[in-house]
């Protein structure tokens, strides 16, 4: 089974998924006219404005449910991994990735708000790829095709987000917490259990709520401790800089890091972390309550930043700065456990390799400024990143559920299903709360890599709406309007919710053609 996991992971994470994400964010950034950049003031504007409403969530608070699936463990120990395997120039194509795929954010979350629709059980707002994959195009002969083909999404979603990913963050926080304060593992997958239970039960506005207060404390939190060690190793910064730029470029650097490793790590460990492309984001942004598309595709554009631009690159500059890292040769062998199976020295000084790549070594990079409590720091914020991460991932999965079942028409079926779901992402975090990291991670990097060609490709296929949206967008801002969609004046057609909003408020224009 190890193997074909090993095997099944080498196909989804082969090149092309890589030369795809890159392609992608650099298509996308040129299609927008580099959004991602001259929209700034707007993206973090947007952030702390909007309002939420009985069906839906505020701006902000649908911010911090999106950081909440995407600031989690590949944020510190995904960051360590990549430079372990990558070399420090991984960091670099970490930058790159999130920068061009702040483009692709922005293109996949417009589409996950323009159809978006209200949850008939719940009143509350879904979306997501499988919606926007099915209804972007309805209204052609291909209908039918990209039916099956959001379908297909959603199934992959639902198991990758029960299954899959959870895994990943429940094994890194029962890892933490053992080498934290030697807590079983048994004991941390008893109280994630007990406390996932408990969110996951009080839907959509619970999930938001708790993100809402825990995600950018706990950020902040970790990046004030990555600033101390900074100013504490100020006189390392040009050096750590230097070392992650050249060691991108250079296949002769001096930790044996080569090109082609940095560019697949860094990008690999950049979407695991940020989730640009995977299709994720899109579902936070259709829960959010605002009066253009556009506002909430900006928003989530944003996030892209926060999570790269300053978690990950405060993970990664903690540990070079203080020479608590590892880099592996290419082709080095690991046991099941995911432990080097050869003993070679940590560049920067000298500890043994059986250890697990990732946790430790971002705690004993906060433990060699902070001694004694390191550890503690970094086992506690991973406990909240990786635990909003988990609960996101359920609100993800719950959303695609519900859109395989919205034509059953039994609640008691649909609740039934619903209540396993749960049940099963239970089990889930359970099961790798007990499982080794190499295992978690695999299935982990699988569930990400198929989300992924599925969802690229189909946003590459139906991005015209986005584009319509952006003008329309941008026109209204021109004239000084805070734009209000209406999608006949945009020209965007299968965009239900937003027509039916347009009539609701009296803003579409009489004669305006039907959608």
Same mark, same amino acid.
């Given at each position: 089974?190890?193997?074909?996991i ?15 994400c /890159?392609g992608?964010?650099v ?15 707007a993206?973090?504007?947007?952030m702390?404005t909007?309002?939420k409403?009985?069906?839906g ?12 699936g ?5 944020n510190?120990a995904g960051?360590v991994?990549a ?8 960091v670099?194509?970490m930058?790159?990735s ?9 293109v ?5 708000q323009?159809y ?8 509350e707002y879904r979306?997501?790829p499988?919606y926007y994959?099915?209804?972007?195009y309805r ?10 083909y959001?379908?297909?999404?959603a199934f992959?979603?639902i198991l990758?987000?029960s299954f899959?990913?959870?895994?990943v963050?429940a094994?890194? *926080?029962?890892?933490?917490a ?9 004991a941390t997958?008893i109280?994630v ?11 959509v506005?619970?999930i938001a ?5 825990v995600?950018p404390?706990?950020?902040i939190?970790y990046?004030?401790g990555? *600033? ?5 190793? *100020?006189?390392q910064?040009f050096?750590?800089?230097?070392l992650?730029?050249?060691?991108a470029?250079t296949?002769?650097s001096?930790?044996g890091?080569?090109v ?16 640009a492309?995977?299709g994720t984001?899109?579902h936070?942004a259709?829960?959010?309550?605002v ?9 989530q554009?944003g996030s892209?930043y926060?999570?790269t ?16 890292y ?11 456990d995911?432990?080097?199976?050869e003993?070679?020295?940590r560049?920067g000084?000298?500890?043994s390799?059986?250890?697990e790549?990732?946790v ?15 550890a503690s ?7 909240f ?10 609100y993800m999965?719950e959303?695609n559920?519900?859109y395989?079942l ?9 609740s039934a /299903?619903?209540?396993?779901l ?8 359970a099961?790798g709360?007990?499982s ?8 982990g990097?699988?569930g ?7 969802n *690229?490709?189909?946003i ?5 709406p986005?584009?319509?949206a /952006? ?5 209204q801002?021109k004239?000084?309007?805070?734009p ?5 004046e ?12 347009a009539?609701e ?11």
């Open positions: 089974m190890t193997a074909f090993d095997w099944l992971n080498g196909v989804v994470w082969a090149p092309p998924l890589v030369y795809l /890159l992608a964010g298509f996308f950034t040129i299609r927008t006219r580099m959004i991602q950049i001259r929209q700034i003031p993206i973090f504007k947007q702390f909007g309002q409403s009985e069906d969530v505020s701006s902000f608070q649908a911010l911090p449910m999106s950081l909440a995407r600031v989690g463990t590949g510190i960051t991994t430079i372990a395997f990558g070399g420090p120039g991984a670099m194509w930058w790159i999130a920068l061009l795929g702040a483009s692709t954010s922005f996949e979350s417009t589409l996950g323009l978006k629709e209200r949850d008939k059980d719940t009143g979306g997501g499988a994959i099915e209804r972007a209204h052609t002969k291909a209908h039918g095709l990209f039916k099956v959001g379908t297909v999404f992959v979603t990758s987000m899959l990913l959870p895994g963050q094994q890194s *926080i029962a890892s933490a053992e080498n934290a304060w030697s807590i079983p593992h048994w997958a109280a259990v007990i406390a996932l239970g408990f969110i996951v039960i009080g839907g506005k619970r709520t708790f993100a809402s207060y995600v404390f706990m950020a939190l990046i004030l990555a *600033i101390v060690i900074a100013f504490v190793n *100020i006189d910064l050096d750590v800089i230097g992650v730029v050249s060691s470029f296949t002769t001096a930790v890091a080569m082609g490793a940095a560019v697949e790590w860094g990008v690999k460990r950049g979407i695991y972390s940020n989730e492309g995977q984001g899109p936070a259709a829960a959010a309550e009066s253009h598309p556009v506002k909430q595709g900006l928003v554009a892209i926060i999570d631009l300053f978690v990950c690159t405060a993970t990664a500059f903690m540990v070079l700065s203080t020479g608590m590892r880099v592996f040769p290419s082709g080095a062998q690991f046991d099941a995911g432990n080097p199976a003993t070679l020295e560049v000084g000298g500890v390799a059986q250890v790549v990732g430790p070594y971002a705690q004993a990079g906060f433990d060699a400024v902070f001694p004694g409590f390191g720091f970094v086992a506690i914020s991973l406990a990143f990786a635990f909003t991460t988990i609960v996101a991932y359920y999965a959303t559920l519900k395989v919205r034509n059953v028409r039994n609640r008691r079926v649909s /299903l619903t209540r396993f749960q049940l099963f992402i239970l089990v889930a975090v099961y709360s007990m080794t990291a190499g295992a978690a991670w695999a299935l990097d699988i990400v890599g198929l989300m992924a060609w599925l *690229i490709v189909a590459l296929i139906i991005q015209q986005v584009f319509k /952006l003008r329309d967008y941008e026109r801002r004239h000084g309007l805070d209000e969609f209406v999608p006949s945009a020209g965007v057609v299968g965009a239900d919710f937003w027509d039916q909003r009539t408020k009296g803003l579409a224009k009489e004669g305006a053609p039907a959608q």
